[in-house]
């Protein structure tokens, strides 16, 4: 089975630097995503990770630790904008299965 | 068009009510998905269509019913649901299963069961 976790809520200040972790059990693991979702909308894709690493995309940066089962999304520059959920998502190559993680609901304060 | 259309945006059912939700892509994408999002939950994947072929079923019950006619459009035939079935549906769609292009979501219907 899958097992994603991510904090539930985080709260940063305007113009800061923000860091949401994702830890993940997972068999046939093939690629981790990171989506964004405001309130009543579509989740958005972000980044993805396959090998790891660190991606960087302007001002979001995705890192992956395959042996440690482990990933982060770095978002730069906060914006208020970016108050969103923020969802890691597996990808399982056995099944070609995205499964979420909990979300991470950020909350950017001025 | 990068988009991926669902319709309606929201829709309210009794429970002896049929009903249908669409999901329309024309991005050539070979692979389409339905998932169901509960308030304050990730989304929870139901079914895959793979080359308009049902590829994976987790274990949905018979009242929610898919159905791919073709490669743009994607049905969620509905019937006899209960109340705890209200959530949000989300359509999403890939170039192909197994891809590491992620997959483009629609806006979802929310479904509300009376």
């Known amino acids: 089975g899958q097992n994603i976790d991510q904090p539930t809520e985080m709260t940063a200040t305007e113009g800061a630097i923000v860091q949401i972790n994702c830890t993940y059990q997972t068999s046939g693991f093939n690629g981790l995503f990171w989506y964004q979702q405001h309130a009543g909308e579509a989740p958005t894709f972000l980044s993805y990770n396959v090998l790891d690493g660190l991606e960087e995309k302007g001002r979001f940066s995705s890192f992956l630790s395959r042996s440690k089962g482990y990933s982060y999304l770095l978002l730069k520059e906060l914006q208020m904008k970016d108050s969103a959920s923020y969802l890691c998502?597996?990808?399982?190559?056995?099944?070609?299965?995205?499964?979420f993680g909990t979300g991470t609901q950020l909350k950017v304060e001025l | 068009d990068t988009e991926v259309t669902q319709t309606p945006k929201h829709l309210v059912m009794g429970m002896t009510n049929k009903k249908s939700l669409k999901c329309e892509q024309h991005m050539g994408h070979r692979a389409m998905y339905w998932y169901k999002q509960k308030a304050k939950k990730p989304p929870e994947l139901m079914f895959v269509y793979s080359y308009e072929k049902l590829s994976i079923n987790e274990s949905v019950p018979s009242r929610f019913s898919p159905e791919c006619p073709n490669s743009s459009l994607l049905n969620l035939h509905l019937h006899a649901l209960q109340p705890e079935d209200s959530a949000l549906y989300l359509c999403a769609s890939s170039p192909g299963q197994g891809t590491s292009y992620g997959y483009t979501f629609g806006s979802g219907t929310r479904l509300t069961v009376v």
């Open positions: 998502a597996t990808f399982t190559g056995g099944g070609n299965k995205l499964t």
